[in-house]
Structures are given as C-alpha cells and as structure tokens.
C-alpha cells in the first residue's frame, strides 16, 4: 500500500482557509531550478496581497525544502516535506508526483481548500467563489481526449469547502502502481510532446482530480460553481505563431483579465479562429459564440452553478 509521509518542517498561522501548491525539481526538468525559485517568490507575494485570511501550505521533498524554508517567512506560510517510497526518485520523486501532493488538504477538514500552480497571473487569486460545495475553472478544448469528461478539473485552480474522503487517493496510487492507469498515463505522455516521460508524466494530478474525484463528486448531492473561460485554448498557440502582434492582445488580457481588452481580444479571435477549426472541432463554440454582440461584454468567462449530477 501506498503511504504518503508528512513531515511540518515549518508551522505557519492555521486558518479554515487553505491554499495549497508544491515545490520540487524533477529529473529531466523543462525548466531551470531558477525559474522555479521564481515562480515560487512571486507567488508567496501574491497570495499574501491577495489571500490574507489564508493559510499557505507548500509541499515540498529534498529538492526543494531548503529553497521552500528560506522563502516562508511570512507567519501564514508552512511548509510540509513529503516522502513516498514508493515513488521515490534520486533525492526527490519520480515525475510531477509533488502536483499531486499538493491535494492533501482536500482530505482534511476547512471552509475552503484552494489548489494552484505557483506561476500564475495575479487576476487568478481573485477569489470569485461563494455560493457552491466546489468550484471548476477550465476551459475550451481542454484535453478532452485524454480526460473525456464534460468539465474538465485544472488541478492549477480547484476549490472545494468538502472534504474528501482519503481512500480516493490511496487507491489511485495503489492502482498506479498496479498499472491500472497505464493507457491514461501513456496517453498523456504522448499529448505532452515537449515535455519528458515519465511514469508519473505531467497530468497525473489531473487525472486524479477527472476520474476518482470526478466520479465521486457526480455520485453525490453536490452544488458545483463552474467558470468556462473561452480567452485561454489552442487558439492562442496558433495566433503566436502567425501573428507575434496579435498574440500581444492575448497574452496582456491573459495576465490582467482587463476587460479593456475585451473588444480587441474578441477581433483577434474572430480574425484567426479558422486556423484551428479543422484540427480542434471544439474551436466552433467559440466561433458561433462570436457572432452574438451580447457574448463576452466584460470578459471570455461564462460561468454557472449547476448540480453535481451534471457533470
């Protein structure tokens, strides 16, 4: 059986409030430790400008837990270390196994639970959840074929004031080890060409978060907020390549969410939108969404509370 071991290695201020994220190297890293270290910095200052009444939790191994404690000083950060044998790795753990780590708090009991990546944009701490048990944030054409589910989670962004049950997490490590998940993990594996393989590749998390999370939260009497942001999708790749200016566009309402940006975004779009139809059908929602003038006023977000049997 697979056990995760946590060790405080620093006990910040204990709020209901949680947000959680990781940090760790991996062998064959995309990135330079640097960047990292980086992310890591800006987004300690974020959520302290941010998020006051929370909680920070980073989760870390032995490649990080020297960096992670040099960064929490601030009374609100803690910082676990996390050991499993079973995945194992040189100093740390095979792969992306500390994105998953970093879900240990929805199995413990909060008023909310906030799971994201350290390098993000500010505008995605702008905490816009109150009325439902969860909240989804995904958006267009999101690897469907690998997740196949209506919503697709982002683990960079998903809240919960339910606990979860912790057999969930034992059994998928369990089943990974068994090699339940081997055509999911190969499939990942092959979606994210430009970054290494591995046996827990990027995406594990997620595929934590859209199978046994998923099925559990559909089974039961749940309210679910879901935010569907139609700025963020394959489209955006497209326009960088043919048009380094357009993409300008994107990538400012990306990083602000400035809704002065909305009408150019929005002639961007409709400008290049083709490009991806073909090979991406789910760009066609966009497309149809764009010929409606009351479509995407203020921002690309459409957001709806809807019961848990809907996903």
């Not at 009351?294 to 690309?300: A, H």
Request: positive net charge; hydrophobic residues 35%; charged residues 30%.
């Amino acid at each position: 059986m697979s056990q995760i071991k946590i060790t405080v290695l620093k006990q910040g201020t204990v709020h209901p409030k949680v947000i959680t994220c990781s940090f760790f190297t991996m062998k064959d890293a995309y990135r330079s430790y640097g960047k990292y270290q980086q992310h890591l910095k800006k987004f300690l200052y974020q959520v302290k400008r941010y998020l006051k009444n929370f909680e920070v939790r980073i989760y870390t191994d032995n490649t990080g837990k020297t960096f992670a404690l040099d960064v929490a000083k601030d009374p609100n950060v803690s910082v676990l270390h996390f050991d499993c044998p079973e995945f194992r790795e040189g100093k740390g753990h095979v792969g992306t196994f500390g994105t998953l780590v970093r879900l240990l708090p929805f199995f413990e009991e909060h008023d909310l639970v906030w799971s994201s990546d350290i390098d993000i944009p500010d505008n995605y701490l702008l905490l816009d959840f109150s009325t439902g048990d969860f909240k989804i944030d995904t958006y267009l054409c999101y690897d469907r074929k690998v997740y196949g589910r209506k919503y697709t989670i982002l683990a960079g962004k998903f809240m919960s004031k339910t606990q979860l049950p912790r057999a969930l997490l034992t059994r998928f490590l369990n089943k990974v080890l068994d090699g339940d998940y081997n055509e999911q993990r190969d499939a990942l594996i092959a979606k994210n060409k430009f970054k290494p393989p591995s046996k827990f590749p990027y995406g594990m998390d997620e595929l934590f978060l859209n199978y046994p999370v998923y099925d559990w939260i559909k089974k039961r009497d749940y309210s679910v907020n879901i935010t569907f942001d139609f700025s963020n999708s394959v489209l955006n790749y497209m326009i960088k390549e043919h048009s380094p200016q357009d993409y300008e566009v994107v990538y400012q309402y990306y990083m602000t969410k400035d809704k002065k940006y909305v009408p150019k975004l929005k002639e961007v779009f409709r400008k290049h939108v083709h490009l991806g139809i073909e090979k991406y059908p789910c760009l066609e929602l966009l497309k149809e969404k764009l010929k409606d003038p009351e479509s995407f006023k203020n921002d690309f977000d459409v957001n709806s509370l809807i019961k848990s049997s809907e996903l």
